[in-house]
């Protein structure tokens, strides 16, 4: 079994200042993760993933995560956050192997403040 | 063209009526899944289409039929809608089962009345 804990609902940011959104997960296996986003009126986009190796990942529009065994947590990051990365995220985490299913977070809602 | 287009993006339907929603997607790929999401909860698995094959989920097995009638198009059926059913549905293509990255359309607005 799996499952993902997105502990903010929405988190509200000053345009410039630097993000992070948290996302913890549970997996019985070594998972894969990922993060998507959803900006308004459009279909989740997939903004990073992890599979294997460097613990850090880059994905587009500066995002990065960072994944942590030890914590069970797979952390979204930006340095400089834009008024266009206001959206939704999701972080998701699907079992490392055969064709099991993606399982998602609830999603946090981000805003950013001029 | 990465797009998968759903349609209608905003559904009103009576309670005990049938709803049908339209997903398509010009990528040809070989999974078509469909997910259901209500306000502050994580997208919930539905059902997916590998090919011709159908896999619904355990949990929601009696609920939701679905068809594929080629790999473009893929629908979502509700026999008789309930007031629960009322949510966003997402449909999503992959193309393949494996770790391909799944895109996903902006989805339906289901409102059941």
């Known amino acids: 079994a799996q499952s993902v804990t997105q502990p903010d609902a929405r988190v509200t940011v000053s345009e410039g200042a630097s993000l992070q959104l948290r996302c913890k997960y549970s997996?019985?296996?070594?998972?894969?993760l990922f993060w998507y986003v959803q900006y308004p009126r459009q279909g989740l986009q997939l903004l990073l993933k992890?599979?294997?190796?460097?613990?850090v990942v880059q994905g587009v529009n500066g995002f990065e995560a960072e994944f942590s065994k030890s914590n069970s947590s797979f952390h979204l990051r930006k340095a400089s956050v834009h008024w266009s990365d206001s959206a939704v995220y999701f972080c998701?985490?699907?079992?490392?192997?055969?064709?099991?299913?993606?399982?998602f977070g609830a999603g946090t809602k981000l805003t950013i403040k001029p | 063209d990465t797009t998968v287009k759903q349609n209608p993006r905003y559904k009103l339907a009576r309670v005990g009526k049938p709803v049908n929603l339209i997903c398509s997607q010009t990528?040809?790929?070989?999974?078509m899944y469909w997910y259901q999401k209500k306000p502050n909860q994580a997208p919930k698995l539905l059902l997916f289409?590998?090919?011709?094959?159908?896999?619904r989920e355990a949990d929601t097995f009696e609920k939701f039929q679905s068809s594929r009638p080629n790999n473009s198009f893929c629908s979502l059926y509700i026999g008789s809608a309930g007031l629960e059913y009322s949510a966003m549905y997402l449909c999503?293509?992959?193309?393949?089962?494996?770790?391909?990255?799944?895109?996903f359309g902006p989805g339906t607005r289901l409102t059941v009345l």
């Open positions: 997996s019985s296996v070594t998972p894969y």
């Open positions: 992890y599979y294997s190796g460097d613990p």
């Open positions: 289409y590998y090919d011709k094959i159908l896999n």
């Open positions: 998701a985490v699907r079992a490392n192997y055969g064709n099991e299913k993606i399982t």
């Open positions: 990528m040809n790929h070989d999974t």
């Open positions: 999503a293509s992959s193309r393949d089962r494996g770790l391909a990255e799944q895109f």
